[in-house]
């Protein structure tokens, strides 16, 4: 099928999470090209989105802006926050309306990206792309080879049916958390309570949950890469912009190039 879920749409746009998504949508809050939205509805690029009136999709009436950003832990990934922690859009108080590319939970720290361009909010976001992410965890727990071993090959973790693929959801039968292995990866150790990852798929809270599968839990997380933007030595709570051949290469990897 074409297209991807309102609720994912609404979440990868940085506006909630996709529980939030549901219940907005359950109260008739969303609507595409006019029209209430419904719940499980697709979205093509094409479609005009908006919640509570406002416009969800880019304006791109100014100039196109791309940014790395070192978030801070305790700040949420979403234009909106339902606990009492500042979001990202709040803190970095940009001049012109952005969204960040993905989400990065509270508790973590790192690169992300925040543009005004919904093309590359999508190429980015989209799983089947594989695009690669690299984080540096510090663990409680030594990290041992096995521990390292199940890592690479993939870990059988439980996520929320809303987060799940289409099949999952499937075959979900009413469970509100489904069973997911977890594609191959690349994990090497940094130290005896460190290793350095790098995943091609972005389930929700992903490595923590490998973790807790394995019987270790997870002190810190930092994202260090997003494809070919690295965080190198951006200070916490600081961005720059991407351009040049930074932002040529990116677009050439997503495609638009």
């Given at each position: 099928?074409?297209?991807?879920?309102?609720n994912?749409?609404?979440s990868?746009m940085?506006?909630?999470?996709?529980?939030?998504?549901?219940?907005?949508?359950e109260?008739?809050?969303?609507?595409?090209?006019?029209?209430p939205?419904v719940?499980?509805?697709r979205?093509m690029?094409?479609?005009?989105i908006?919640?509570d009136?406002?416009?969800?999709t880019?304006?791109?009436k100014?100039e196109?802006?791309?940014?790395?950003?070192?978030?801070?832990?305790?700040?949420?990934?979403?234009?909106?926050?339902?606990?009492?922690?500042?979001?990202?859009?709040?803190y970095i108080?940009y001049?012109?309306?952005?969204?960040?590319?993905?989400?990065?939970?509270?508790?973590?720290?790192?690169i992300?990206?925040?543009?005004?361009r919904?093309?590359?909010?999508?190429?980015?976001?989209?799983?089947r792309y594989?695009?690669?992410?690299?984080?540096?965890?510090?663990?409680?727990?030594?990290?041992?080879?096995?521990?390292?071993k199940a890592?690479?090959e993939g870990?059988?973790?439980?996520?929320?049916v809303?987060?799940?693929g289409?099949s999952?959801?499937?075959?979900?039968?009413?469970?509100?958390?489904v069973?997911?292995?977890?594609?191959?990866?690349?994990?090497?150790?940094?130290?005896?309570?460190?290793?350095?990852?790098?995943?091609?798929?972005?389930?929700?809270r992903?490595i923590r949950?490998?973790?807790d599968?394995?019987g270790?839990?997870?002190?810190?997380?930092?994202?260090?890469?997003?494809?070919n933007?690295?965080?190198?030595?951006?200070?916490?709570?600081?961005?720059?912009?991407?351009?040049?051949?930074?932002?040529?290469?990116?677009?050439r990897?997503?495609?638009l190039?």
């Amino acid at each position: 099928m074409e297209g991807i879920r309102i609720n994912k749409y609404l979440s990868g746009m940085g506006i909630c999470s996709r529980r939030e998504a549901d219940r907005l949508l359950e109260e008739g809050r969303v609507r595409v090209n006019g029209k209430p939205a419904v719940p499980g509805q697709r979205i093509m690029d094409e479609d005009v989105i908006k919640v509570d009136g406002r416009t969800v999709t880019a304006d791109l009436k100014g100039e196109p802006v791309l940014l790395a950003f070192h978030k801070p832990r305790g700040i949420v990934c979403s234009t909106t926050s339902n606990d009492k922690a500042v979001n990202i859009v709040q803190y970095i108080n940009y001049k012109d309306r952005i969204f960040p590319v993905g989400r990065l939970d509270k508790d973590s720290e790192g690169i992300i990206l925040m543009t005004n361009r919904g093309e590359l909010v999508n190429l980015i976001n989209k799983g089947r792309y594989g695009h690669e992410k690299e984080y540096i965890v510090t663990c409680r727990r030594k990290v041992t080879d096995a521990f390292l071993k199940a890592m690479q090959e993939g870990v059988d973790i439980m996520i929320p049916v809303i987060d799940a693929g289409e099949s999952e959801k499937q075959s979900a039968g009413g469970r509100e958390y489904v069973n997911i292995r977890t594609k191959p990866c690349v994990a090497k150790r940094i130290d005896d309570y460190s290793f350095d990852i790098i995943l091609t798929q972005g389930l929700n809270r992903q490595i923590r949950r490998m973790c807790d599968a394995l019987g270790n839990y997870v002190e810190r997380l930092k994202r260090i890469r997003v494809m070919n933007i690295e965080l190198g030595d951006l200070p916490e709570g600081a961005w720059r912009e991407v351009t040049g051949g930074e932002l040529a290469e990116l677009e050439r990897m997503i495609g638009l190039k």
